[in-house]
């Protein structure tokens, strides 16, 4: 089987005809249909390739809060930062966290300020620096749904494995159902249907959906992020409502399991624990975080290195919040291309690759 | 490339941009009186500079009357007056170096508003305990560039600073040349109809350099595409006025260039995703470093815009000469508001195509 | 990405002629060269089905073909 194959969920023609199929099904209907995606990738994707576009008027996209750096609080770049002017320490980070904008510090203006901060790929990377540094503290810093978290509980065991007792991680990992719920939720939003994440659904499987389409009453279609996916979930989700049909189906089968991931999902288990999580913009939503289990406590930052923070302060006008929740585009926000741009970010949106803000400002709106 | 400041070359090292940085918190808004790496890269930050500080005081030429040389006339004869500095890293890239650009740069700006290149001063910086042996390469791809071209190097200036007072070598040229016709070419010629053309794949220069920067292992060998344009465009003057625009898209790549052409002619552009030449390894690396082709610079490509009538023939000029063989019309000027530049994606939809802010790629030419 | 070598839990992938690294670690299932594989920041997390693929490629053409053909 060669690649090509693959090109077709790119196909021109597959594309316009699902577009056309978007447009017959949802035909005169009063209200306009709201659905939202909380996938920092479909966020990506839905821009790049202009997918609005090819949508009726009927049909609205929204973005949720499905980029991971972008609903890191506030608090959390604070205590990161706060560790990066301790002596001895290095922060091993993804790159995007590098510009995110504390209470009053960056990383990027800590390291320029000397603090040894080091952008990996993988947090197997960050395991590394501590093997060649033994004199110095790494610490990692925990970003992401549950496609990254086990990564890095793979990468805690492989610490545990080999006797590391300089590396730590500062998690602050999140999962996606529950927020979900709480938007879908909300009368204001009015969401139709979710388009599920991709690679997240990779892990924690299809099924991890059924209570919102159940409980909730949401249509949910788990969907690839090629622009065909897109289309083809969307249209699944038009289909959906308009049948009277709330359920969980899954577009993205060639790698979406019902039940995902299980070795993936068995490492989340043996490290993590389910804990209360804060959210920028969302508060704090009780089980939604992912926190080191207690047998692993030693690599927990939090619980072993201590360090002092003041309360965040949130910058003013940021609008990130009503953003990640969907209740606003970015084009919105007071501050959007005129104080906060992604070279000078005042919120998180704007700094990231996969959010919304700095889409919407690379691609026009 | 640098016509009186139609793009600015300021530049710093990266480590004094985030010491400078260091001194700013949330309160204050970034400080004015910095100097940022994105004021070097040929997006928006740069064309403030060059509005705000830089044209104003040292001119008066308005930006509108910004292309890649500048236009004198003196006593009765037009000559064409070019500048660029080249600060490339790494200074040996595939495909070429950092002399191949310095000549070949200042060659294809003195082409790009139709004049024969016939001369090129060379300026050399060296920091102190720069190599001997790769000056003398960088000095041996020098000449060959300008005997490719039917340049002659005909001033020059050596000086030498000490050790971390400059990155190993930086280069300026500048260069003159004659006009053998009485053509306008220019960025504010683009009218209503005209077909965009362009001579060959985009972001091969901008890949290799950051190929090697990021130490990218690649089944195949992408090469800058650095060549002289002169030879090229002469044979596309032959048809005449039907020849409104030629640009090459250097930094900022052929998104910005075109954008700048839409604002400076006051028309609106519409792309084809699907008519761009790209190689699929220059895809393939683009995907891997998250940038895109359309922002990537290139070094041996010429923007051309013309008469549709006329279309189809310029086009056979660039595919019968060794440096068009990959030719392809990308885009045209269409109704729609000035300055704006849209693309239609692979898929069929439309997406808005913004000039950066600031440095996609620093140091790449 | 489709898998060019492996060994033992380390994998090479590579597509559009680009290869990098990615690790095993994190996929319970077998997988050998040839294979194609998602891969997100270093790690195999799920591993393409390709007959799924080909259906869910043949869903989409059946809509195609509906809106070819008028209503």
Sequence with gaps: MNGAFLEEFRNRELVQGLAKQIVRLAEGRETPLTFMEVCGTHTMSIYQYGIRSLLPDGVRLISGPGCPVCVTPVGYVDKAVAYARQPNTIIATFGDMLRVPGSSSSLMQERARGADIRIVYSPLDALALAGKDPEKRVIFLGVGFETTAPTIAGTILSAASRGRDNFFVLAAHKTIPIPMSILSDDPELAIDGYLCPAHVSTIIGAEAYRFLAEEHKVPCVVTGFEPADILQGVEMLVRQVVEGRSTVENQYRRFVLPEGNTKAKELLSRVFVPSDAAWRGLGVIPGSGLAIAPEFARFDAEKVLPVTVEEPREPEGCCCGEVLKGKIAPINCPLFGTACTPEQPVGACMVSSEGSCAAAYKYGQ | ?365 | MQITSRDGESIIAEIDGVSREASLMMLGEEVQVGDYVLIHAGFAISRLDEEEALETLALMRECLELSQSPT
């Design chain 2, 1 to 365: 490339m640098c016509s009186p400041f139609c793009r600015a070359n300021t530049r710093f090292a990266p480590t004094l941009f985030f010491l400078f940085l260091s001194n700013l918190t949330k309160e204050h808004p970034v400080d004015k009186d910095l100097i940022l790496l994105g004021h070097g890269s040929g997006g928006r930050l740069s064309h403030q500079l060059l509005d705000e500080l830089i044209i104003p005081t040292l001119s008066g030429i308005p930006t509108a009357g910004q292309n890649d040389a500048a236009i004198l006339y003196h006593d009765g004869r037009r000559l064409a007056f070019t500048t660029d500095s080249y600060v490339v890293d790494p200074i040996f890239f595939p495909g070429g170096n950092i002399g191949h650009l310095a000549i070949n740069g200042t060659v294809n700006d003195l082409a790009m508003v139709g004049a024969q290149p016939i001369a090129i001063s060379v300026g050399l910086i060296m920091e102190e305990g720069f190599s001997r042996s790769e000056l003398a390469e960088i000095l041996r791809s020098m000449r060959e560039a300008a005997d490719q071209a039917g340049v002659v190097i005909a001033a020059g200036d050596t000086k030498v600073v000490p050790r971390g007072k400059a990155d190993r070598i930086f280069i300026n040229t500048s260069g003159i040349g004659f006009f053998r016709h009485e053509l306008e070419i220019g960025g504010a010629n683009a009218r209503m109809g005209d077909k965009i053309l362009i001579n060959g794949t985009i972001g091969d220069h901008g890949v290799a350099v950051m190929s090697k920067r990021e130490g990218l292992e690649l089944g195949t060998d992408i090469l800058s595409d650095c060549a002289p344009l002169n030879g090229l465009v002469e044979s596309l003057l032959e048809e005449g006025s039907a020849i409104h625009v030629l640009r090459d898209p250097t930094r900022g790549g052929v998104a910005t260039t075109l954008k700048e052409i839409a604002i400076q002619s006051n028309v609106s552009i519409t792309l084809d995703e699907a008519s761009l030449p790209l190689k699929g390894a220059v895809r393939g690396v683009c995907a891997v470093l998250g940038l895109d082709p359309l922002y990537v610079a290139n070094e041996g490509k010429v923007l051309a815009l013309v008469a549709p009538e006329l279309a189809e023939r310029v086009l056979k000029r660039m595919k019968d000469h060794p440096l068009g063989r990959d030719a392809a019309i990308i885009g045209e000027v269409t109704e729609g508001v000035g300055g704006k530049v849209r693309m239609v994606t692979l898929v069929g939809g439309t997406r808005a195509v913004e000039m950066l802010a600031g440095e996609q790629l620093p140091r790449i030419c």
